[in-house]
Nanobody, 115 residues
Framework: QAQLVESGGGLAQAGGSLRLSCAAS????????MAWYRQAPGKQRELVARIIIDGSTNYADSVKGRFTISRDNAKDTVYLEMSSLKPEDTAVYYCNAVRVDMDVWGRGTLVTVSS
């Protein structure tokens, strides 16, 4: 079973930036897509951004123009660059990787944005 390990979370001020990393234990091209989700206190987990095997990306409307998902194939790592952070971005961010026979989740990394 593949494993995903997130890092890069922490405390940021509103308007600031953070970069999250998700390191996979196997070649990320073995997944159909990889994604970042987030779950704020008392809310359901929601999709933030996704990168497909062909390199195409999609984003939640709430983060378009502020967040960028990318990958480093050589490092088997996916990133989430977050800028112009808002207090409402505060959440635990989870990395997810999917293929037909596998749906893997990381343990999450906490992002807190202060106003």
């Amino acid at each position: 079973q593949a494993q995903l390990v997130e890092s890069g979370g922490g405390l940021a001020q509103a308007g600031g930036s953070l970069r999250l990393s998700c390191a996979a234990s196997i070649n990320i091209f073995r997944f159909n897509y990889m994604a970042w989700y987030r779950q704020a206190p008392g809310k359901q987990r929601e999709l933030v951004a996704r990168i497909i095997i062909d390199g195409s990306t999609n984003y939640a409307d709430s983060v378009k123009g502020r967040f960028t998902i990318s990958r480093d194939n050589a490092k088997d790592t996916v990133y989430l660059e977050m800028s112009s952070l808002k207090p409402e971005d505060t959440a635990v961010y989870y990395c997810n990787a999917v293929r037909v026979d596998m749906d893997v989740w990381g343990r999450g990394t906490l992002v807190t944005v202060s106003s």
